[in-house]
């Protein structure tokens, strides 16, 4: 079936380095898609959006890129920093309604 | 602002018994839904409300039940608990922005729910 899937389960960067999460999703009726992030113990945090009339989107260190070409969706954390090691998701919404399909996550671990 | 609030953090069950998971929100969202979260399989929608006495089925709504009788409030109970059932539950809240799609959710931290 159609879902939202990630490239890589576990991402480990040096601090201060770039990092790049990756998201494949298959269903092209999506239209807006969400990055989110969430530390132990704590619910998901919002992140970044971006609707699909748009490739690119900037927000504070982070970036979102949107492929729909390939059906590809990135994160991506510039200057990663301690406080950014969490489990990443990206999620789809296919129109109003908000009913997201959320993908498995991804780990991010930053070393000092 | 409190946002979401859930609770009970942790409840264990046993199998059979019912219990209601709580949630509330003073954001004034029309939009609120229930999650829940396994290992290796992201977060699954079990029922949602778009408001006030309006209620529908998700991804996994089979054994648990929901009602909306006010914007605040949006009770899950699981009304005989299966160990299938055990699992971080989420709840989450959003409102309409008049563009077509709803803010992005705000969740809750969960109530951790263990049925042996």
């Known amino acids: 079936g159609e879902s939202v899937g990630l490239h890589l389960p576990t991402l480990s960067v040096q601090e201060g380095d770039n990092s790049i999460i990756n998201c494949a999703y298959s269903n092209s009726a999506s239209d807006y898609f969400i990055w989110y992030k969430q530390e132990s113990g704590k619910g998901p945090q919002f992140i970044i959006d971006i609707r699909s009339n748009m490739d690119k989107r900037q927000g504070q260190r982070v970036t979102v890129l949107l492929n729909k070409t390939v059906k590809h969706l990135s994160l991506q954390i510039a200057a990663t920093q301690p406080g950014d090691s969490a489990v990443y998701f990206c999620?789809?919404?296919?129109?109003?309604?908000?009913?997201?399909?959320f993908g498995g996550g991804t780990r991010l671990m930053v070393k000092p | 602002n409190a946002g979401v609030t859930q609770t009970p953090k942790f409840q264990v069950l046993k199998t059979g018994q019912s219990m209601t998971l709580q949630c509330a929100q003073d954001m004034n969202h029309e939009y609120m839904s229930w999650y829940r979260q396994d290992p290796g399989m992201g977060l699954r929608l079990i029922h949602y409300?778009?408001?006030?006495?309006?209620?529908d089925q998700g991804e996994v709504p089979n054994g648990y039940n929901v009602s909306r009788s006010t914007t605040e409030d949006f009770p899950l109970r699981l009304l005989s608990a299966a160990p299938s059932q055990t699992s971080v539950y989420f709840c989450?809240?959003?409102?309409?922005?008049?563009?077509?799609?709803?803010?992005?959710?705000?969740f809750g931290n969960g109530t951790r729910l263990t049925v042996t």
């Open positions: 999620a789809e919404n296919r129109g109003a309604g908000n009913m997201l399909t």
């Open positions: 989450a809240s959003s409102y309409f922005s008049g563009t077509g799609y709803n803010s992005p959710l705000h």
């Open positions: 409300s778009v408001g006030a006495g309006i209620t």
